[in-house]
């Protein structure tokens, strides 16, 4: 079996990806009897190239890192912009791994249907396409016989979609509650332990979690975008972050995080979901949750969602310190779910 | 597509499977163009029949609830003894709940053994097959053509095995530490609100979950039958109960657990599993943890396993307040899996 892989956006999850790639295609190989070879990538900033013959990854990796353009790479050919890549390579699988835009899920969502039309298998670890335009994208890839998988989009590699798809069959999502944004938690607990606001936060942006410009974080837009994914596949919302009742924590202030410590709890940013008569309510909001509970010991960086079922209870999933590698490996497990499914259908 | 169904041990699970499939039978149908019947049922007390026109499994339930024989049934043939039911039906699959032996899996291993020579698929909810024997079994399953499924037996129906096979693809598990038996925790954390050691007991048999003889449980047999399951399925170990390094919770008096407290500290036994150069090494223990952390904070009947990973890092599953429904739930959860293994064959 043989793959020709296609990248739109090469940024540190895609290199990470192509890094874990290179180590485990012998494992791979062994494992499903599989192939690869990567005829594309497009990037924002370090050109845009197709490649028939074949692109080293980790070559391509080193060119971006070094800030050089693709088209330097030996073979390459220079294309005009990202669309152009999609349009003209042979792609089996595409891996998209743009910027978030909050506003609209754009361009990715275009870059997936387009791919989707060609026939392209494709992993996304974008969360906007998942939260704006999701029954839209799985309907395309139904129509056109193509795979599309998108673990990475809500707690990194943490299994959340498939858990639900491959592990729960005949069980019906009721709600759910998630501690899902990093920074936002790293500055709750960090204030917990004694630091200020602005403290914790310059900790997330020390460790690469936070822009410099966090807003998007702090005001719950990230958890509301993932609510919204989340309630679109596991509960066929048909919803979009707009109708997430949002709030954030700027407001909150160590003297709450104090008062709520001297009652054993704590103060958690919670996305929930839950099914109601008219479909499904989202919210985003800080909540005073038990210390010592499943959501309420989530700490620093790590992120929980517990799954509210009809035949199951109640189920929670932890995710313990992500990192870029956790995300890079949400794009391998997709891609291994791709070749299980090519095969199946063989 | 058609199953006929066939069941070995006829108690509270297989009952209560008995239901969930009465229920959901429109809805399996909906989604798997499935049917199936009930040819045959064996039990230690109340009979063991064949029917080939087929057995209404709740007509079958009320029967044994009140204390009847399945001869009573319309169409049931009597058959002398279980190994009878299984070598002269013609199911597609069977259901094998019948109770743990402790020490040495029998005689459920040479049922399923046996059920699986004969081509049947077989699902089991008994932890001792998995525990003493699974190499063994698995490569009859293979050898014959058949799926061998067995979620219920670890953590009930919350998707741990199930979890690594088909959500974590490429991934090495390099250790694991569990809160798996209900009995003890409820003792434990009984104990951290200030009941004693037997009255938390004595809550556990009201429950339900502990025999009226809880040594089992109580000195850690348990925990080590399903750390034995846990790494022989996950960690490819071929380990056994008794490699278990144990000890129970016997021994541990209040003012443990006061003294713990005081430090921000709860006990808890956990089984825990880790690859060494020369294999796997397992041990049950009762052991202090962080009271606010995601084994510390396991209340009551609830279970968590968390898992060590290569390329994930660290992932926990929680499963809050079980009962028969949810072991019940593994049986569907297992069921699905071998239409869907069935299915994807044809």
Chains 1, 2 share one sequence.
Not at 329 to 342: G, K, P
Request: aromatic content about 6%; overall charge negative; charged content about 20%.
């Amino acid at each position: 079996m043989h793959f020709q892989l296609a990248f739109i956006g090469f940024g540190n999850v895609a290199r990470a990806f192509a890094q874990m790639m290179a180590e485990h295609q012998p494992a791979l190989e062994l494992e499903y009897g599989v192939r690869w070879r990567t005829i594309a990538i497009a990037t924002a900033n370090h050109g845009c190239i197709t490649s028939p013959a074949g692109i080293d990854l980790l070559q391509a990796a080193e060119c971006v890192e070094r800030g050089g353009n693709l088209t330097e790479l030996p073979g390459a050919r220079a294309v005009s912009d990202t669309l152009a890549v999609i349009t003209n390579c042979d792609a089996d699988v595409l891996f998209e791994t743009t910027p978030l835009n909050p506003s609209d899920g754009q361009p990715a969502t275009t870059y997936i249907r387009t791919a989707l039309e060609r026939g392209f298998h494709v992993v996304t670890a974008n969360k906007g396409p998942i939260a704006f335009a999701y029954a839209d994208l799985k309907a395309r890839a139904v129509d056109c016989g193509a795979c599309f998988r998108f673990e990475g989009t809500v707690m990194d590699g943490a299994p959340v979609f498939n858990l639900v798809e491959s592990c729960l069959p005949g069980v019906q999502i009721l709600g759910f509650t998630g501690v899902l944004n990093s920074t936002t938690n790293l500055i709750l607990t960090g204030m917990e332990a004694g630091r200020s606001f602005e403290e914790s936060l310059d900790e997330a942006r020390r460790l690469g979690i936070a822009e410099s410009n966090a807003d998007f974080d702090i005001d719950g837009w990230d958890a509301a975008v993932k609510a919204a994914a989340l309630a679109n596949v596991l509960m066929n919302a048909g919803t979009h972050p707009s109708d997430v009742i949002r709030d954030g924590i700027r407001n909150i202030k160590v003297e709450d995080i104090d008062e709520a410590s001297r009652a054993s709890m704590a103060i958690r940013l919670l996305a929930r979901g839950r099914r109601t008569r008219d479909g499904v309510s989202l919210t985003v909001a800080p909540e005073r949750v038990e210390l010592n509970s499943a959501i309420g010991c989530v700490q620093g960086t790590s992120n929980v969602l517990l799954l509210e079922t009809d035949l199951m209870g109640d189920i929670a999933l932890y995710e313990y310190h992500p990192g870029i590698k956790q995300t890079a490996y949400a794009l391998l497990s997709d891609f291994c779910s791709i070749i299980r499914e090519v095969k199946k259908r063989r």
